[in-house]
């Protein structure tokens, strides 16, 4: 169990021990301010390997950093995404000429905060796609909702595979080879944990006073103590919660049995998300979460190994224990399986089997390396600044179409807090304003590109994801990157003759409706502002129409006021709540309202 006793950090931990794994490594290279670490080793002729998150499981992602492994990760405060911003600087640092593979485990503020970062460097020419891990059986396919499987201790095994692809054969393999193969052993990989107890979240001046970008967690809810004997299956990496608790605590022969049957019946039919033969190649990996003990972790790993093979008749061909995902003090561990031959077979162990400098991976140095380098602190935010294209716009009419929707949306604030103050957290009013007001303030100061349209989308993106923050500020974002990648790429297709008419805008804001459900499930129905931007879109590109599009838009948030939330706070409020709203036609959700009221006044300010 956890000890209530704690080491006492005056400092910011999460920089300190980034800090620390880069001086284990003289490899490694350190941005500072962005919280980013790179290998100064890589080629720029190899598919580059970028994953990040969270802090607080160590060694990922930053531990994994070396030849043959990855050569970028990007660290967020404990338990929350690092900033797009951060993610952006990370992408610079060790730009490839084949491109970039962002591996990132699924949970929505990484999500959200990783692919807005795709597509705002998507928009300068680069080649970005994620890998997104998804090996948590715990979440069972009735429960998959919106988000799907989280992503926990697998992820080391796709970062390893795929960093020594990408490095093999004198850095032959094309960008597609290294993605589809990482994406394979995605599709074929499982995990599932057990622990005694919640992690404890240790005190510092980031986690007090910084800490204020999404949770890469998608479960807000507290999770209690579990009592002294007493153990949870399934609980997540950052205190979600899991299967059941079972109590008394099974003992260590009979609670791997148990936990294999998640991983391998085929009658589980909630949870069997990979076929496993007894004639199939299989690897095993034995992570501990954070707190249990060599001793007790190898015993673990020997009755799995004991049990796969006399119930199942799976023999590993490659056992991995250690630490590798942790969950800080978490007194657990979790079991990994991937079927390698159906993953890709022997190329997935000649992966595996590739000797790495990264320190988490058990790898040696040699001295004359430990000699021959420098520092590796690096002070200078690289930066990529080639963002522009050919097609240019009306900046008094844009400017016109700002200001309106920016005021149309500060107007209607105070009734999205109210509504949001039922049905949410009360920000979302709050959110939708300080991105109005930030870019009124651009337009003042005149910070704001109004002429060239790639890159008008490239800065308004940044500055509403900057303005607004935490996820609706990653959803407008991701939206209005993804137009701005659109045009580029229709830009360069022609070669400079192309006009930004109203049916090319309509194809436009189609393109970032594609873009943006990336990122996110969330469709008509579901109680999300993307009531409002699904049927204004695809009405707008259907028909050009624009009145018809705003007119549909309009219906999409009233709408709302009908549905039921089936998900976030709103989930929760009971019905008593929503029935104060009776006489004006239901409780709507607060983003679909505001999305309304901003693209009403964005073509108000269109048609003057």
Request: proline fraction near 3%; include cysteine.
């Amino acid at each position: 169990m956890p000890s209530e006793k704690h080491w006492n950090y005056t400092t910011d931990i999460v920089r300190t021990s980034i800090n620390g794994v880069c001086l284990a490594n003289p490899f490694l290279k350190y941005i500072e301010s962005e919280r980013v670490v790179y290998n100064s080793n890589s080629s720029n002729e190899k598919v580059t390997i970028l994953s990040g998150g969270g802090s607080g499981h160590e060694p990922l992602h930053l531990g994994f950093v070396g030849d043959g492994l990855l050569d970028v990760a990007v660290c967020g405060n404990v338990f929350a995404s690092p900033s797009v911003k951060q993610i952006v600087s990370g992408i610079n640092s060790k730009p490839s000429k084949k491109g970039t593979i962002i591996v990132v485990k699924n949970y929505t503020g990484d999500i959200l905060h990783f692919g807005l970062a795709s597509e705002r460097v998507k928009a300068s020419g680069l080649n970005v796609e994620l890998l997104i891990v998804q090996d948590d059986v715990s979440v069972g396919k009735t429960k998959n909702g919106m988000v799907g499987r989280r992503g926990l201790a697998g992820t080391s095994l796709v970062h390893k595979i795929v960093g020594a692809k990408s490095i093999l054969d004198n850095h032959s393999a094309s960008f597609d080879e290294v993605y589809n193969l990482g994406q394979k052993v995605i599709d074929n990989l499982v995990t599932i944990g057990a622990s005694l107890d919640r992690v404890t979240i240790p005190l510092s001046k980031a986690n007090n006073n910084e800490n204020d970008n999404d949770s890469d967690s998608d479960d807000d809810e507290k999770i209690d103590e579990l009592s002294k004997d007493e153990v949870e299956i399934g609980m997540g990496i950052h205190n979600e919660h899991g299967i059941k608790r079972v109590s008394p605590i099974p003992t260590v022969e009979d609670l791997p049995e148990s936990l294999l049957k998640y991983l391998l019946d085929p009658n589980d039919k909630e949870r069997h998300y990979v076929n496993f033969d007894s004639n199939d190649d299989v690897v095993l990996l034995i992570n501990n979460l954070g707190a249990t003990s060599n001793l007790e972790l190898y015993a673990i790993q020997s009755i799995v190994v004991e049990k796969l093979n006399s119930i199942y008749k799976i023999k590993p061909v490659r056992i991995y224990t250690g630490s590798f995902t942790t969950s800080l003090d978490g007194p657990g561990f979790s079991i990994t399986l991937l079927n390698v031959t159906k993953a890709g077979g022997d190329e997935v162990l000649r992966c595996l089997d590739t000797p790495t400098t990264a320190t988490a991976w058990n790898s040696a140095i040699k001295t004359k390396d430990w000699e021959s380098l420098g520092n590796h602190i690096i002070k200078e935010v690289p930066e990529v600044n080639n963002i522009k294209s050919n097609i240019k716009i009306d900046s008094s009419l844009v400017e016109k179409i700002l200001v309106k929707g920016c005021d149309d949306v500060l107007k209607v604030e105070p009734k999205v807090t109210l509504y949001d103050t039922v049905a949410g957290d009360g920000d979302c009013g709050e959110t939708l304003a300080a991105g109005a007001n930030g870019i009124l303030k651009a337009l003042k100061d005149k910070s704001l590109e109004l002429t060239d349209a790639v890159k008008f989308f490239d800065e308004l993106g940044d500055l509403v994801e900057t303005a607004m923050g935490g996820t609706s500020g990653g959803l407008y974002s991701i939206f209005i990157s993804s137009m701005g990648s659109y045009l580029k790429k229709i830009d360069d297709e022609s070669n400079g003759n192309f006009q930004l008419n109203e049916k090319e805008f309509a194809k436009t804001l189609n393109a970032g409706l594609k873009g943006l459900q990336k990122y996110t499930r969330a469709k008509v129905g579901d109680r999300t502002l993307m009531d409002t931007l699904i049927p204004f879109v695809e009405t707008f590109a259907n028909t050009n129409d624009l009145s018809k599009a705003v007119e549909e838009g309009h219906k999409g948030a009233e709408s709302t006021r009908k549905l039921e939330a089936k998900f976030g706070r709103a989930s929760y409020v009971g019905e008593e709540e929503f029935r104060k709203f009776d006489a004006e036609g239901g409780l709507p959700d607060p983003g679909a309202i505001g999305l309304d009221a901003l693209i009403q006044g964005f073509v108000s300010g269109y048609n003057a």
